[in-house]
């Protein structure tokens, strides 16, 4: 496709309110490196003007691997009988908190597997310990549970909550997700955006059944909900999943779907996913260059790192707590690009209601 082409078609889809499936499957479409150069310049301009140039540092802390579901692509599915089972005691996130905070860290993502029994009160002390002691922003990636559990973490102090629908595809979603229900997912995120979270959505590229046209409908998706962060990595086949044999999602691909949800959100904070980095080389760097402003340090201790196994291969799951940051740095900064240690609150809110947190 020519240049002028491309570029037409890249304005029109920023400059429309729901911009049409036909563009964005045309975009996703793009394949040679000019047009892929075209398409991830367009949005890394789009992510300085709206996200600014800093890159925001959220640490992970995996504190329990049991789930109750049984995701055909997930390594944490309750079928999985070879992995074996964690969950770390308070003064165990705490620690991870603690090396996490004394690098300048000002975001923690606590996230687990959904499982069934998840003690609420326990995660809501382990919260407000996080806020009282160390003053960080405290995202919560747990799944899908009662409203009252919401409000119980919410009124304990945490921020923002992530909870990826994977796919906005009616049928993919059931197919691969047994026991599970399309539209609960989606009124858990309503209820979480109800209760003031910042709410997080996201989808795996490459997925059995997935179309470039399913794709484009899950940005306008991402568009029409407002999510103030999207998380967009490629599918990884487990050994011990039912999709054990099914095909990588392909780089590419994540990496255009990545800069379209920049040029059509604007705002919303995107991260190079760990997944992006743990394909045959690490993508993160191209992810950053096509318009995402979030890296996602592991500061799961040892030796559980391995156990939280979502797809094999996972990046620095053999790395002391808290290696990677420098690491990070030095990324940042052969991009021309730096680590920005602030809170990184939702953009969305900022420019309109005002942000919380």
């Known amino acids: 496709m020519s240049t002028f082409k491309i570029k037409d078609v890249l304005t029109r889809v920023y400059n429309s309110k729901r911009p049409a499936v036909a563009d964005l499957e045309l975009l996703l479409s793009m394949a040679t490196a000019p047009e892929t150069r075209i398409l991830y310049a367009y949005a890394d301009q789009v992510r300085k003007?709206?996200?600014g140039n800093g890159i925001l540092l959220r640490g992970i802390v995996e504190f329990d691997n049991n789930c109750r579901n049984n995701c055909l692509y997930c390594g944490l599915n309750r079928k999985n009988k070879h992995i074996k089972r964690y969950r770390l005691t308070q003064s165990q996130v705490l620690d991870s908190v603690?090396?996490?905070a004394a690098q300048g860290i000002k975001t923690v993502v606590l996230q687990s597997g959904e499982a069934s029994d998840l003690d609420a009160e326990w995660l809501a002390k382990v919260i407000r310990e996080i806020k009282q002691r160390y003053h960080l922003a405290v995202t919560l990636s747990v799944g899908e549970q009662d409203v009252r559990m919401y409000?119980?973490?919410?009124?304990?102090?945490?921020?923002?909550?992530?909870?990826k629908i994977e796919t906005?595809?009616?049928?993919?979603?059931?197919?691969?997700?047994?026991?599970?229900d399309y539209d609960r997912r989606v009124n858990c995120q309503r209820n979480l955006k109800n209760l003031g979270y910042q709410v997080g959505s996201?989808?795996?590229?490459?997925?059995?059944?997935q179309t470039k046209h399913s794709i484009a409908r899950d940005i306008l998706f991402f568009k029409r909900h407002e999510f103030d962060m999207i998380?967009?990595?490629?599918?990884?086949?487990h050994h011990q999943t039912t999709?054990?044999?099914?095909?990588?999602?392909?780089a590419l691909l994540t990496l255009n779907a990545l800069a379209l949800t920049r040029i059509v959100t604007r705002y919303s904070h995107l991260p190079a996913t760990t997944a992006l980095g743990s394909l045959e080389k690490d993508y993160r760097i191209?992810?950053?260059?096509a318009g995402a402003n979030v890296l996602m340090p592991n500061f799961t201790p040892q030796p559980y790192r391995r156990y939280y196994e979502l797809y094999p291969g996972k990046r620095c799951v053999n790395e002391a707590v808290g290696a990677c940051v420098p690491c990070l740095a030095r990324l940042a900064a052969g991009i021309r690009r730096h680590l920005d240690y602030s809170y990184g609150h939702t953009l969305i809110k900022k420019i309109g209601e005002g942000k919380h947190g």
């Open 49 to 51: 003007k709206f996200a």
């Open 98 to 100: 603690a090396r996490m």
């Open 151 to 163: 409000r119980l973490w919410r009124a304990a102090g945490a921020d923002r909550y992530l909870l």
């Open 168 to 180: 906005t595809d009616r049928e993919i979603y059931r197919s691969l997700h047994p026991d599970m």
């Open 202 to 209: 996201g989808i795996i590229v490459g997925l059995r059944g």
């Open 231 to 237: 998380g967009i990595g490629p599918f990884i086949p």
């Open 243 to 250: 999709l054990a044999k099914d095909n990588k999602g392909e």
């Open 286 to 289: 191209t992810g950053l260059q």
